[in-house]
């Protein structure tokens, strides 16, 4: 039999397909990390970990999880794999094909230049596994590297704008891939103007307490009664919503539908928690208004203060960067008439939910929710021998205008707002004054979509036999140092218990740290928690896989 694997390499995690090529690519297993590999919570901490520790234990982490994820597949199947197609954004397929990635961290020609960097090409092309450095693979088999449109506008830009089919409708459009980076993009007469927001880990469940990636019993989405509780959505085995149990989101009591428990929530159940909990009056910003200051859900699942501030800098991070592009090509909040909603978290919010939070603009005729279109453009890879140079092609047709927010003072001035008004509580007549001088219009009135789509099931609409999920990710990373004695502040100082110290038979005392737990250098706690300073956590190496 001949196999072939479709990957998606996301910011916050790998998702995957085993597919049958003697039978046209259908798909007959899936295989899911829990989180990302490497060290942080965004593209920002990925890059400077490949800058500061170093390319070569970027990549072995990287390759080392790409195996571990598709041996749940079976490794006796590794051997019969015959291709493999890969689609995500720049940075993550940079660091899989393990190139050069300073052209993707730094803006400006002269400073890219002054570091001596030549930049790759980012266009389609075909690679092997032996080329990139696979574990497991026979190293002749062919890698599909899907184009970028422009070096800040990646492949899976690029799939979101494929298979929303947008480029086809004559009318001011929007797409946004809901994810650690919302990658997002506006289509107005022809022209692509595209932009990033660092929205940071909650939206995919991370970040937030009891948070998780999209995944079989994950809290999706809540929905209050008329008695006044909270339904509890859960995702089932294979990532479709169903509804578990009526809660009493102040007292936590209970009413079960179905004996299915959850293990914790994602980023769209949070953002439907803090939309239901403003409509109720069960938050009312800054805080949360329950005697323990925790909205509760099913199976003890809760929703704390802190959860609210992180969801609401990544929604403020989103509706800037959204009101940032239209104001940048001359279009008001009322212009843009159809919403298409990428990604895990783009297909299971309630597009309702989303509009009252900022997610989606204020005034909008039609939304369509798509799922992952990423991993779905993965596949459509291995099914189709002409889907890469269609990739190509549709770069080369798109007039792409990348939009930075970074530095972009539309984009500050409105983000400053948004902090103030989720994380400070400011009153929303205040927010819209504000807004005005600074030269902004005010927030519209909500106008609620005629027709709100979600085009598939699931955010993966097919998953074969079922899903395989890959916990814990990554490597350990160890170092000994000289003048360590063992004290172990380090340990207790780490903020994600990613850090044990062990003492070795001779005496000494070894760092180990959990990759997939670390923040990396956006933290460094246990470097600073040194009190001999003799810690250095680019020292560290990959000494062996969890």
Not at 5 to 18: E, K, M, P, V
Not at 93 to 119: Q, Y
Not at 251 to 263: F, P, Q, S
Not at 345 to 355: I, L, N
Request: proline content about 5%; hydrophobic content about 40%; overall charge negative.
């Amino acid at each position: 039999m001949a196999y072939g694997i479709a990957l998606d390499l996301g910011t916050s995690g790998f998702r995957s397909h085993l597919v049958d090529l003697d039978k046209g690519a259908k798909i007959i297993d899936t295989a899911i990390t829990v989180r990302h590999p490497l060290p942080g919570a965004n593209i920002m901490d990925h890059m400077h970990f490949w800058m500061t520790s170093g390319r070569a234990i970027t990549h072995n982490i990287i390759a080392q999880t790409v195996y571990d994820l598709i041996s749940l597949y079976g490794k006796e199947k590794l051997s019969e794999v015959k291709k493999i197609s890969v689609c995500g954004n720049p940075i993550q397929l940079s660091l899989f094909e393990d190139i050069e990635i300073r052209d993707l961290a730094f803006a400006g020609e002269n400073k890219i230049k002054n570091l001596g960097v030549t930049p790759p090409s980012r266009k389609a092309h075909i690679t092997t596994a032996g080329d990139i450095g696979l574990l497991g693979i026979n190293p002749e088999v062919e890698v599909l590297m899907p184009p970028a449109i422009r070096h800040e506008i990646g492949a899976d830009a690029l799939a979101m704008i494929i298979k929303s089919g947008m480029l086809d409708k004559n009318e001011v459009c929007m797409v946004t891939d809901y994810g650690t980076n919302a990658e997002m993009g506006l289509y107005l007469d022809g022209e692509l103007y595209s932009g990033s927001a660092a929205a940071g880990p909650a939206m995919e469940g991370q970040s937030i307490e009891q948070g998780v990636l999209a995944s079989p019993r994950a809290i999706s989405d809540v929905n209050i009664t008329d008695d006044g509780t909270w339904e509890n959505v859960v995702l089932d085995d294979h990532l479709i919503p169903v509804t578990t149990a009526k809660v009493d989101p102040v007292t936590g009591n209970t009413v079960r539908i179905l004996d299915y428990k959850a293990k914790g929530i994602t980023g769209t159940g949070t953002v439907s928690c803090i939309s239901e909990g403003l409509r109720s009056g069960v938050i009312t910003l800054p805080g949360i208004k329950t005697p323990d200051n925790k909205i509760h859900l099913v199976d003890g699942v809760t929703i704390s203060a802190n959860d609210v501030h992180e969801a609401g800098k990544a929604m403020g991070a989103i509706r800037a960067g959204h009101r940032t592009l239209m104001y940048e090509v001359g279009l008001s909040d009322a212009d843009v008439k159809t919403m298409y909603m990428a990604g895990a978290s783009g297909t299971y919010v309630d597009p309702v939910k989303a509009q009252y939070c900022g997610m989606i603009p204020r005034v909008l005729d039609e939304v369509y929710q798509l799922g992952n279109t990423s991993l779905m453009m993965a596949h459509d890879l291995l099914k189709s021998d002409g889907a890469l140079d269609m990739m190509q092609d549709v770069a080369n047709s798109i007039s792409a205008n990348h939009i930075m927010f970074a530095g972009n003072q539309k984009f500050e001035d409105m983000y400053v707002l948004e902090l103030a008004y989720w994380d400070e509580g400011m009153p929303y007549d205040m927010y819209n004054e504000l807004m005005v001088a600074s030269g902004f219009p005010p927030l519209p009135e909500i106008v609620h979509p005629k027709i709100c789509k979600r085009i598939v099931k699931s955010d993966i609409p097919e998953v074969g036999a079922g899903i395989h999920t890959l916990d814990p990710v990554g490597m350990i990373m160890t170092g000994i140092f000289d003048g360590c004695t063992g004290c172990r502040k380090c340990q207790r100082g780490c903020p994600e218990k990613a850090l044990t110290v062990t003492d070795t038979p001779d005496g000494a005392h070894m760092i180990n740290v959990r990759s997939d737990l670390c923040l990396g250098t956006a933290c460094k706690a246990c470097e600073f928690n040194c009190p001999e300073k003799v810690y250095s956590f680019t020292d560290l190496k990959v000494q062996y896989k969890l």
